[in-house]
């Protein structure tokens, strides 16, 4: 892919950047050329790690607290933003948590945190990015969801039923934004090696991936990057990119 077609020159604001997905996302797109900003909401010294790797790269990031299920906190983030770097060209909404248990056992909260991070994240981070992108006709907006969205997962119904809404939201906002110039897109891991899955059996996962292996955060983030690009993905809206090494075919 060459540089010319790459997002440089852009501003590009990843949710959940201090580490994972998040983090290898954050390199990924400063990688680039962009300007990141990385999210975080608790660990100031893993934000501050990642923008100084990008930094150490030649990169540009500066780091923001904020808790994405906080609507005061998603506003002021974005209105920093925008002050700090006029635009925002590139939301990649990551930031999730797991709250796993039996659903005759799963505790409303742990229910409800997951929803309120995982999805109404997602949902307050677009509305708040997308008054900006709509009024300058441009922007690209990519979703980080599950394949348990897809095929559900016992043990993981809040999960599972937040990602599958972040589907549902995806397109939607795709049909509402695409008169406006702004893709609104997914990307869906598989079992990817990060420290939500460090604890899992991983024998019986493996055996249902066709490629016998689990992935790795720079092969979500190679999709993510690509989602991000024009001209190569500007005529792509709406869609679910799996990046589970054939675990789900559709």
């Not at 920093?80 to 590139?90: K, N, T, Y």
């Not at 980080?144 to 995806?170: D, E, R």
């Not at 609104?184 to 991936?209: C, H, Q, R, Y």
């Given at each position: ?9 852009r ?5 959940g950047?201090s580490?994972g997905i998040?983090r290898?996302?954050a390199?990924?797109l400063a990688a680039?050329?962009?300007e990141?900003?990385?999210?975080y909401?608790?660990?100031?010294e893993?934000a501050?790690e ?10 540009r990031?500066w780091s923001?607290?904020?808790?994405v299920?906080?609507e005061?906190?998603?506003e002021g983030?974005?209105k ?5 770097s006029?635009?925002i060209?590139v ?10 248990g039996?659903?005759m ?7 409800q945190?997951?929803i309120?991070?995982n999805l109404?994240g997602v ?5 708040a990015v997308?008054?900006?992108m ?17 095929m ?24 509402e ?8 897109n ?5 079992f ?11 024998e019986p996962i ?15 983030a190679g ?7 024009d ?9 679910v990119?799996?990046?589970?090494g ?5």
């Amino acid at each position: 892919m060459s540089s010319a077609a790459a997002p440089a020159d852009r501003t590009a604001l990843v949710t959940g950047a201090s580490r994972g997905i998040g983090r290898a996302i954050a390199l990924e797109l400063a990688a680039t050329g962009a300007e990141v900003v990385v999210n975080y909401a608790s660990s100031a010294e893993a934000a501050a790690e990642v923008v100084a790797a990008i930094e150490a790269a030649g990169g540009r990031a500066w780091s923001h607290r904020a808790n994405v299920a906080d609507e005061a906190e998603v506003e002021g983030m974005v209105k920093a933003v925008l002050e700090r770097s006029g635009a925002i060209d590139v939301l990649v909404n990551n930031a999730g948590i797991t709250r796993d248990g039996l659903l005759m056992r799963m505790k409303t909260a742990d229910w409800q945190s997951v929803i309120d991070l995982n999805l109404t994240g997602v949902f307050l981070c677009t509305r708040a990015v997308s008054r900006s992108m709509l009024k300058a006709r441009s922007g690209r907006i990519i979703n980080i969801t599950s394949v348990v969205a897809l095929m559900g997962n016992p043990g993981q119904a809040n999960y599972s039923a937040a990602k599958a809404g972040v589907i549902g939201l995806t397109r939607s906002n795709a049909a509402e934004f695409a008169g406006r110039g702004v893709t609104v897109n997914a990307v869906a891991p598989g079992f990817i090696e990060s420290d939500m899955t460090a604890g899992l059996d991983k024998e019986p996962i493996l055996a249902a991936i066709p490629l016998g292996r689990m992935g790795l955060p720079d092969e979500v983030a190679g999709a993510v990057r690509f989602l991000a690009t024009d001209p190569a993905a500007s005529y792509i809206t709406g869609q679910v990119l799996q990046v589970d090494g054939g675990m789900v075919m559709r």
